[in-house]
């Protein structure tokens, strides 16, 4: 969770000891609820709704979350603390130009840590703005040069950027902290095949399935990732077996289905391409590339009218990405 215990003045009462116990404790739950019910007896004397809001955040409920911290603004109006963690639950529901402004008013208050500076860059990458993007994140590794995640994501901008080399060596100084991290592996596979080193990318993407495998929990991202790289290299029938790991290991993936279906649609195995596109389409179903290749399919198998279906919402939903705008999905990988 993106919530550490943090010190903060408290109320020297029993009942705040009682919560501020189950809340180091990481029952969050009954944390919230004995720090809501603090203040129902004591309205906006203590810090009782900064700590039900922290408690919900590790709850994952962040709409209630906010509406706490914001009440508690309200008496607390310079709580840097406060700030900050709306900021951050902004992020979380994709509002990032609300989080950004929560961000400014909290480095108002209080210079931003690395993390803070983290979670900025990542609302510019929502917003598609990776020039903003990699100036907080430079700035958040100026600030915490340990800070992995911090360099993790600058890499991933500057690879959005094409930027290769500075990519690579924002993943090799992640790798040289923490040589088993699967995600800085396969993304400084990816970085090899952007430039054209195919034999590098095949050798780094075999690495990062290698880390995952010795893992304790498992990733499909390095498994799809390679296995998209065999397909674009003439190698379906092996790209197939990773794709398929990559779903065995996250069958609710939108993209490792679509994967799929482009992979047996080029060898010709229609009814497959099929039934994981159709798959992909529910999973995704605004994505208009997965339902152009559902329409291709379907002129295969001799199904015009459910071709001409697709074609025609692929067109649609490509239009109201062109006036709605798109976000990135990059900060999430």
Not at 39 to 57: H, I, M, N, W, Y
Not at 279 to 290: Q, V
Request: charged share 30%; aromatic share 10%; with cysteine.
């Amino acid at each position: 969770m993106y919530l550490a215990l943090v010190s903060v003045w408290v109320a020297e009462s029993p009942d705040f000891e009682k919560a501020t116990a189950l809340f180091q404790q990481r029952e969050w739950a009954q944390a919230a609820a004995a720090f809501a019910e603090l203040e129902r007896k004591q309205p906006g004397q203590t810090d009782a709704l900064l700590f039900e809001g922290k408690s919900l955040v590790n709850l994952s409920k962040f709409d209630d979350a906010g509406d706490a911290l914001q009440n508690y603004l309200k008496t607390h109006p310079k709580s840097d603390d406060a700030n900050y963690l709306l900021a951050y639950i902004r992020f979380r529901q994709n509002r990032p130009k609300e989080s950004l402004e929560w961000m400014h008013a909290a480095a108002a208050l209080k210079p931003p840590t690395a993390d803070d500076l983290k979670i900025g860059a990542l609302d510019y990458v929502l917003m598609g703005d990776y020039a903003d993007a990699g100036r907080y994140l430079e700035e958040a590794v100026h600030v915490d040069p340990n800070n992995l995640e911090a360099r993790y994501h600058l890499g991933r901008v500057r690879y959005q950027e094409n930027r290769f080399d500075d990519a690579i060596a924002a993943f090799h100084a992640v790798l040289e902290r923490d040589p088993d991290n699967v995600r800085a592996q396969d993304n400084l596979a990816l970085c090899m095949e952007g430039k054209n080193q195919m034999e590098e990318a095949a050798s780094a993407y075999q690495k990062a399935i290698e880390l995952d495998q010795k893992s304790i929990s498992h990733s499909a991202q390095p498994y799809l990732d390679y296995g998209t790289f065999l397909v674009r290299t003439s190698r379906p029938e092996e790209g197939i077996t990773k794709l398929k790991k990559a779903a065995e290991i996250d069958p609710k993936s939108a993209p490792v289905q679509y994967e799929l279906g482009k992979a047996y649609f080029d060898l010709r195995r229609y009814p497959e391409a099929q039934q994981v596109t159709q798959e992909a389409a529910r999973l995704a179903p605004k994505d208009s590339p997965t339902h152009y290749l559902l329409g291709r399919i379907y002129q295969r198998v001799n199904k015009q009218d459910l071709a001409e279906q697709e074609f025609k919402l692929t067109e649609e939903l490509r239009q109201a990405q062109e006036s709605g705008g798109m976000l990135s999905g990059m900060g999430r990988r």
